[in-house]
């Protein structure tokens, strides 16, 4: 066998085992990637399951959510209800600008980013009243884009609320948003 034979068939062999290589590389990525996913959306989910078995433990909470935010009677709360609804809803507002940033980061697939902007766009008119905030501006810009689609619905809670609110004074006035914009 010819040096120049020898050395064009290992470097094809060579060739060959870097390409075999990449594919593996490849396919683990991937697999990688979605062992990844798995793993938040599993560690989202728990941390969701957590929270609202709090609030369903609560019974004095458990009952002011369902009259102020299921049934609609507004004028059933307190001021000091209604800061622990902005807390609540403050804690929401964060929870879904973090699905829209992890969606945003491919981490998160279409229907919980999806499902997020319905939730931001029922609540965008009593966050803006108790004066929640937004903690990402490119978040409320999604929502508002949500909002414009020709198949986007409000839901009761925020034509109820957008209706309740046109002449009652904000219980939390005067306190700013918890966030800060530069």
Known sequence: M?????ITLSTATANVGVLVGLVFLIFEIKQ?????LSQIRQERTLSIIQQYTSFAQDKEFAELKTRAIWNGDFDSVT????NQIRDYELARSARLEDVFFQ???????????????AMGASRLGLWKWLNVGEPN???AVAVANFMED???????????????????????????SPFVFN
């Open 32 to 36: 990688n990637s979605a062992i990844a």
């Open 150 to 176: 020709e198949n986007y619905k409000p839901t009761l809670l925020a034509t109820s609320f957008e209706e309740w609110s046109k002449d009652k004074e904000q219980p939390n006035k005067g306190l700013g």
């Open 103 to 117: 969606y945003n980061q491919g981490l998160i697939d279409e229907n919980m980013y999806k499902f997020a902007l």
């Open 2 to 6: 010819k040096t120049n034979t020898f």
């Open 137 to 139: 501006p490119e978040f």
């Open 79 to 82: 001021t000091v209800e209604w």
